[in-house]
């Protein structure tokens, strides 16, 4: 049965408000609900009248068009689905329509094999499976693409239809990045698929530039009032020549890229080639190599990175070093991952041995992040390196790089009632080479820092041991040093006496233990970290590189002190 425009209209209007069973819809509610979407795909006011509404709701509930709609009143005057899940949209095609889409299909078949209908080749195979499954009930012959759990695809077609008018839109919007969703004016200019995700491509505002948005990121879109603004520059089928993807830069060139495929790759690439500019300039016994003319872009990337180890980018010199970048990133997220086994050696070796070493905590990337801030903070303050105390009060923002998953899961491991007691930022570089001598720490409270002439000290110190049996200390309380840089005996790493902290030893037996033990070189790659027990004997060397070496030196306890002697940076975790 034949059925207009209109018609579909209002029966797709219907359909969309009985879905919605958190309202409760009127006769009177469906006529307002379908006379607001004909004005807004008609441009103008249509008259709806609630005889048409009826027979629309009669015609829904037959047959005729395969529809059989679940449609009930309740409470004489409440229509709603008496399935829940149930749509017109997933009716089956009814037996005449199939008629005269197979029709259809055939008619579009003359046409293949003409240059000017090339891209109707897919779209007739998918309509002649689907008609073919319909009427026969059996399984597909051929499986498209598709992702069935796809948002946004409800908006298709609004959205073409506004592009068609040159109509602008209200758009309620909300990208991976925000944190909320935001409503503007935007003006149409295309749709575009890719990867099997759709964009509409178009402007904001007359002095702003050309832009894209996901529509899995649309939440809502309406008919604007505002007058359509269109871009004479702007063409639709030149804006995508130089660019793969949906991500383009209208200002920037493109330019000569050059990759290098190795054999096993090199058919699907050369078979199915990344851009039209493709071409193949060499090849050996081992690959080949191609070029393309793009931009540079997010896609690129992603399409370089698909095929692993089978691409390698020769020029340009800047997407090379993001590529590789991107790739040590990738085994770094492998490189950090910490498993329990892991986190149990560490808790034993720090209980039984007094420090355990750990590597791998933070990714390169997070490494840079923090020696970059660090040193930025430095210079802009004029503040000395050794020894800054206070680190994260005077730079929050290190936090979000600092306590992340694997922070977290070792320091829980080790004792879930910890908190922060202590953090302090050493720079040792070759130009300031210090070194300390065969000693145990305490742990201490400390309330300022006086200076006085030749000699510097902190006061008031009021040591946890003053309170707390030993025992206790060595259970509930440890340090942990994040090494920024290599450690190595060259650039004066931490030697230590396993064991020795289960016993606060005077200066002889100091003595008399590092001169008959052999001790252990902790040495510690960048990213990772070494935690150490109080009392633990350890010293350190100067350097004999020049190579800094900067750590990041925490402190925690699960000791619940006097008020007065609370401390002065605690943070719980």
């Not at 018609?7 to 819809?25: F, G, P, S, V």
């Not at 759990?149 to 990208?175: C, M, P, R, V, W």
Request: hydrophobic share 35%; with cysteine; charged share 30%.
């Amino acid at each position: 049965m034949a059925v207009n425009k209109n018609a579909l209209i209002r029966y797709k209007t219907i359909d969309k408000c009985l879905q919605n069973n958190y309202r409760q819809w009127t006769l009177n509610d469906l006529i307002e609900a379908v006379s607001d979407a004909l004005y807004e795909y008609e441009g103008k006011d249509v008259d709806v009248s609630k005889r048409t509404v009826q027979l629309d709701l009669q015609m829904m509930r037959s047959d005729k068009l395969g529809y059989n709609a679940p449609i009930v009143v309740y409470d004489r005057k409440f229509y709603k689905y008496d399935d829940v899940d149930y749509s017109i949209t997933n009716s089956p095609i009814s037996n005449q329509d199939l008629g005269k889409l197979s029709e259809a299909v055939s008619f579009l078949k003359q046409f293949q094999g003409f240059s000017h209908f090339n891209e109707l080749g897919s779209m007739v195979q998918k309509l002649e499976d689907h008609i073919y499954t319909q009427k026969t009930q059996e399984k597909p012959l051929i499986d498209f693409e598709k992702n069935d759990n796809l948002k946004g695809l409800e908006f298709l077609d609004k959205l073409y239809q506004f592009i068609l008018k040159k109509q602008a839109i209200e758009i309620t919007y909300q990208s991976f990045k925000a944190r909320q969703e935001s409503t503007f004016t935007f003006h149409p200019y295309l749709l575009k698929e890719f990867r099997n995700r759709w964009f509409v491509i178009g402007k904001r505002k007359q002095n702003e530039g050309v832009m894209n948005l996901a529509l899995d990121r649309i939440i809502s879109i309406k008919k604007s009032a505002k007058t359509f603004v269109f871009d004479d520059t702007f063409d639709t089928e030149t804006y995508y020549k130089n660019a793969i993807g949906v991500s383009v830069s209208p200002n920037l060139e493109p330019e000569t890229v050059l990759l290098y495929i190795n054999h096993k790759q090199a058919p699907y690439v050369l078979t199915k080639p990344f851009h039209h500019s493709q071409k193949q300039v060499g090849r050996d016994n081992y690959g080949v190599t191609i070029s393309l003319n793009v931009q540079l872009n997010f896609e690129l990337e992603k399409e370089i990175l698909g095929l692993g180890e089978g691409i390698k980018v020769i020029a340009p010199e800047r997407l090379k070093r993001q590529i590789k970048e991107r790739l040590y990133d990738a085994v770094d997220a492998y490189e950090t991952e910490i498993n329990d086994k892991n986190l149990r050696t560490i808790a034993k070796r720090l209980e039984y041995k007094g420090f355990g070493i750990l590597n791998h905590v933070y990714t390169k990337r997070d490494i840079r992040k923090l020696k970059a801030r660090l040193d930025k903070y430095l210079r802009e303050h004029n503040e000395q390196a050794f020894g800054m105390r206070e680190v994260l009060k005077k730079m929050p923002e290190l936090k979000e790089i600092l306590f992340n998953r694997n922070f977290k899961k070792l320091i829980k491991s080790i004792d879930k009632d910890v908190f922060l007691t202590k953090a302090i930022y050493f720079d040792k570089s070759p130009q300031d080479n210090w070194y300390v001598t065969w000693h145990q720490d305490v742990p201490i409270n400390v309330s300022k820092k006086i200076d006085t002439e030749g000699f510097t000290s902190w006061t008031n110190k009021k040591g946890i041991i003053s309170v707390c049996p030993t025992e206790d200390i060595s259970k509930k309380t440890f340090s942990m040093r994040i090494h920024l840089d290599d450690t190595s005996i060259k650039n004066g790493a931490l030697k230590v006496i396993p064991g020795s902290h289960n016993k606060r030893l005077n200066d002889d037996e100091i003595k008399l233990i590092t001169t008959n033990s052999i001790p252990f070189t902790s040495e510690v790659a960048s990213g990772g970290v070494q935690l150490i027990k109080p009392l633990l004997l350890h010293a350190s060397s100067k350097t004999k590189v020049q190579k800094r070496r900067r750590v990041l030196h925490f402190e925690f306890s699960s000791i619940e002190l006097p008020n007065h002697l609370e401390y002065a940076e605690r943070e719980d975790l």
